[in-house]
């Protein structure tokens, strides 16, 4: 399968140097200076992923991210000259899938398109082989649909947010480390600090004041579910 990746960028030396490198991979690219072409491009033909520049005229990549998120799962790659770990974590959190700061690698950029693409292709993967659907007490997710409901009423999440709930709850009782979090759900090959879980489970507690997510002082957390 030849794979189609949406460029958002504005810089058009970065635009091309991208490009080449994914075009001697074998990918199809679509260069896009701004959000709100890339808006048009994904109403038209919508790309198997993003590469997303945060800094754009017109509408941030931010925002775009937010957009896309309320309508697919798309993996997406953001580039950003803002290296300051709360950009980092705005970025992940708001549904990017990978983070990467300016100046980058094209090779790196490259390896992390295709590891991307192989997660994502695995995560469908185990979706078909196994049950669609996970309860964990009141908690209900439907990993096709990427849907989560608690007691009966339906939570709002991110990307990161369901990745979260859906491991721990097939893993229901079972303590996790931060780092074994840190790299279940943002893979091995990121390098923000374990900070990032923190503020992932702060923002379900805030959403789902009742779960039973629970800090193990010192390790990490687990979905603690009775009976």
């Known amino acids: ?61 931010y925002e775009f991210c937010k957009r896309i998120r309320r309508e697919s799962n798309v993996p997406i790659i953001i580039i950003s000259a ?13 549904g990017g899938d990978d983070y990467l700061t300016k100046p980058f690698s094209p090779r790196e950029l490259v390896a992390r398109v295709k590891r991307l693409f192989q997660r994502t292709e695995a995560a469908k993967t185990v979706v078909t082989a196994g049950e669609n659907k ?9 990993k096709e649909d990427r849907r989560v409901f608690w007691q009966g009423k339906e939570v709002d999440v991110t990307t990161k947010e369901f990745d979260m709930l859906l ?35 702060k923002r379900i507690r805030k959403k789902i004041p009742d779960i039973p997510l629970e800090t193990v002082w010192g390790y990490g957390y687990r979905l603690r579910i009775e009976g």
């Open 82 to 94: 803002k290296d300051d770990e709360i950009d980092k974590i705005l970025g992940l959190e708001l």
């Open 1 to 61: 399968m030849k794979y189609y990746i949406g460029i958002v960028e504005d810089d058009t030396n970065i635009q091309n140097i991208v490009a080449a490198y994914l075009k001697k991979e074998g990918f199809k690219v679509e260069l896009v200076s701004s959000a709100e072409e890339a808006m048009e491009l994904w109403n038209n033909h919508p790309p198997d992923m993003w590469i997303l520049d945060i800094m754009l005229p017109g509408m941030d990549g």
């Open 134 to 142: 996970i309860k964990a007490g009141d908690l209900l997710i439907y």
């Open 167 to 201: 491991y721990l709850a097939e893993h229901e009782n079972r303590a996790f480390s931060r780092e074994e979090l840190l790299m279940t759900i943002w893979g091995d090959d990121y390098y923000g600090s374990d900070r990032a879980v923190d503020d992932l489970v």
